[in-house]
């Protein structure tokens, strides 16, 4: 069965970075689009970008271009959300989801907390 | 940027009753449209895209419609686990802001 599992909980300080993982299974890695997803408390979702998993082209929202780096390992059947300049702001759970028409299958979330 | 607006953002129900959700967007998106269920602490689940495919193992009590900038979610009789929040989105990228489904 198709399994996305995500990296454990984070708390980072302002300023620092965090990388979450997503490892997949079930399904051929590089046959579809894999996005991320971040939910602050109480919040609507957010998306953030996606990579194609096949050539590693990625595309981010505007919001956090710059400050979001997305990637993937075909070996390991990983993608990575990579997030620098953390601020209280970014507090939120993240998730990874594959696509591209809708999002049929979810990881299961990361919560990242920046707290000095 | 497209952005995606729901109404009505809270919608008392009771249990057996008919729901209507609507999402519009910003400027045209033909059908490039998906629903989703969220309930607290869970990620949310895809129940239509194309805007009006149900998601495999959606119960037909869920359908969609609209193409366009207008759409809908019509849950025909509520049932008990279906009061949740209901998001739309536009393939592949932005969410609208939610709408809660509360037990009348």
């Known amino acids: 069965q198709v399994q996305l599992v995500q990296s454990g909980a984070e708390v980072k300080k302002p300023g620092a970075s965090v990388k979450v993982s997503c490892k997949t299974s079930?399904?051929?890695?590089?046959?579809?689009?894999l996005h991320w997803v971040r939910q602050a408390p109480g919040q609507r979702l957010e998306w953030m970008g996606w990579i194609n998993t096949g050539n590693g082209n990625t595309k981010y929202s505007q919001k956090l271009r710059g400050r979001a780096t997305i990637t993937r390992d075909t070996s390991a059947n990983t993608t990575y959300m990579e997030l620098i300049s953390l601020a209280s702001e970014d507090t939120a759970v993240y998730y990874c989801a594959r696509g591209p028409s809708g999002f049929d299958y979810w990881g299961q979330g990361t919560l990242v907390t920046v707290s000095s | 940027e497209i952005v995606m607006t729901q109404s009505p953002d809270t919608l008392s129900v009771s249990p057996g009753e008919r729901a209507t959700l609507s999402c519009r967007a910003s400027q045209s998106i033909s059908t490039n449209l998906a629903w989703y269920q969220q309930k607290p602490g869970q990620a949310p689940r895809l129940l239509i895209y194309g805007a009006s495919t149900r998601a495999t193992g959606v119960p037909a009590r869920f359908s969609g419609s609209g193409s366009g900038t207008e759409f809908t979610l019509t849950i025909s009789s509520l049932q008990s686990e279906d009061f949740a929040v209901y998001y739309c989105?536009?393939?592949?990228?932005?969410f609208g802001q939610g709408t809660k489904v509360e037990i009348k």
């Open positions: 989105q536009q393939y592949n990228n932005f």
């Open positions: 079930g399904y051929s890695f590089t046959t579809y689009v």
